[in-house]
């Protein structure tokens, strides 16, 4: 096969995919439900506002950030994580969305950024913090943690970082680079995963080595941000331009079939006789759709661990069809960096269960709508200085009319979610709401996903005044 003809079957079955998707998110968007709705504004509310989490911070580049998640599988498969890392500046903030079961998500959710945030910290100091007894839980303070270990998981977990902690102790703080340690983090925990599993094997372990998981992670510290994206979380930047409007900078890379580059990449790794098996269908051996994830090792052992440490317990079918030549699959993340400036506003981090009802440009401009109508639910507060009636009056006014604009929900994740599900051209319809948030559990997932968004606010000032 020529590349010219292997260049232009890529880009038809980019376009079909793409086809076939908006057909199918313009269908579920422009749904109506017919009757009354089951839920009360009240009820939508509840659901809604249930996992909603705000944090502020003082000082620093970040002001505050609002996340929440809605479940569409029961158990939700999507996980989230926010800390502050202990021992060197910065924020780590992560979404991680989960497929085959909830297991690797919750778990990489917790773990990665104890592996990220002890790589962030001087060879010599770490050594210090690990003689002293330092656990991983140690290296991030996380601010909205509902999940703990059992212990059984937990000693094998501990003995893994120490392992790698301690291989930390090598490294030279001359040569420090964030998209190696961001990388690095990544790819050794999937490692620590896969050989958790074949070194202990249980239903735990192996739960989790079997269930798979796409990772997005930010890390912030002053006006340095990097992301680390594998698979199909996406990370959007609202930024405002001279003129007052809002632009939507998109900051990560889908890795799945409709990326040209990420399909070219995976053909490349494998032999010429496998490209039309390789991706089948729009997904990784007809099977997964993102092409890069953690987790997920029946596409990434030999064909010899599959038959010795799965088959016994899964059967013959976990084993893919034309599955020759693995790895397949890979948890190397593609990392972005972007210096943070005035104009840079906030930054929305979401699972694809958002992507699939909104644009990036929808979102920023619901963002940037949100954050301008919130300041409106504060109370008035007058200038210490002295003002005239006629001012006090233009201040109402303006209150006045902003007030018709407040937002419903104080938390801007929440906001999203309300508009992703319920949003119409006419604003957010109740009936649409109630109805979307009223499936049956066995047809749910025909209409939306897991969601699970995290917007964090930039303090302008702050990024104004920084060195960079």
């Keep these: 096969m020529t590349n010219l003809v292997q260049k232009l079957l890529v880009q038809r079955s980019h376009l079909l995919a793409a086809v076939y998707r908006r057909s199918f998110h313009q269908a579920v968007s422009d749904y109506r439900p ?38 569409s599988n029961s158990p939700i498969e999507d996980s989230r994580t926010e800390g502050t890392c202990v021992h060197t500046s910065g924020l780590l903030l992560g979404i991680f969305d989960g497929h085959g079961g909830p297991a690797c998500s919750q778990v990489i959710s917790k773990r990665l950024m104890r592996y990220i945030a002890a790589s962030l910290v001087p060879p010599d100091d ?65 490692q620590d995963l896969s050989k958790e599993a074949i070194d202990h094997p249980s239903l735990r372990t192996m739960s989790v080595a079997m269930s798979g998981a796409v990772a997005l992670v930010a ?30 900078k998109k900051l990560t890379n889908e890795h799945n079939s409709d990326n040209v580059a990420e399909v070219r990449r995976l053909l490349n790794e494998h032999p010429a006789t ?33 038959e010795q440490l799965v088959v016994p317990q ?21 990392i972005t960096h972007h210096i943070l400036t005035p104009r840079d506003k906030f930054l929305i981090l979401a699972s694809d269960g958002l992507w699939d009802t909104m644009s990036p440009m929808q979102t920023v401009h619901l963002v940037g709508e949100h954050m301008h109508g919130k300041a409106f639910l504060q109370p008035l ?88």
């Design 34 to 71: 017919s009757g009354p709705p089951k839920l009360s504004p009240y009820d939508v509310n509840c659901i809604l506002r249930a996992n909603e989490h705000t944090q502020d911070f003082v000082g620093g580049s970040v002001k505050c950030y609002d996340s929440n998640q809605l479940a």
């Design 381 to 468: 507060k007058l200038p210490k200085h002295e003002i005239t009636l006629g001012e006090i009056s233009q201040m109402l006014s303006t209150r006045k009319a902003g007030l018709q604009k407040k937002p419903l929900d104080r938390n801007a994740a929440t906001h999203l979610i309300r508009n992703s599900l319920g949003g119409t051209e006419y604003g957010v319809e109740h009936s649409k709401l109630s109805h979307m948030l009223s499936l049956p559990q066995d047809i749910v997932r025909l209409f939306r996903d897991d969601i699970t968004i995290t917007v964090i606010y930039f303090d302008s000032e702050y990024l104004r005044n920084c060195p960079t």
């Design 126 to 190: 770490l050594k210090v913090h690990m003689k002293n007894g330092a656990q991983s839980h140690s290296f991030i303070n996380c601010h909205n943690d509902k999940l703990e270990f059992v212990s059984e998981i937990k000693d094998i977990y501990e003995r893994s970082f120490n392992l790698f902690a301690n291989e930390l102790f090598d490294r030279t703080l001359a040569g420090f680079q964030m998209h190696q340690v961001l990388e690095n983090a990544f790819l050794r925990l999937d």
């Design 314 to 334: 899964y059967g013959e079918q976990v084993i893919a069809p034309y599955y020759l030549t693995p790895p397949y699959l890979t948890a190397c993340p593609e």
């Design 274 to 306: 496998e490209r039309d098996t390789v991706i089948r269908g729009e997904r990784l051996l007809g099977q997964l759709a993102p092409l890069r994830a953690m987790g997920d090792f029946r596409y990434k052992w030999t064909r010899e661990q599959l």
């Design 219 to 248: 890390h912030i510290d002053g006006p340095h941000l990097h992301i680390a994206s594998t698979g199909d979380c996406s990370a959007v930047l609202g930024t405002v331009t001279d003129t007052g409007q809002w632009v939507a």
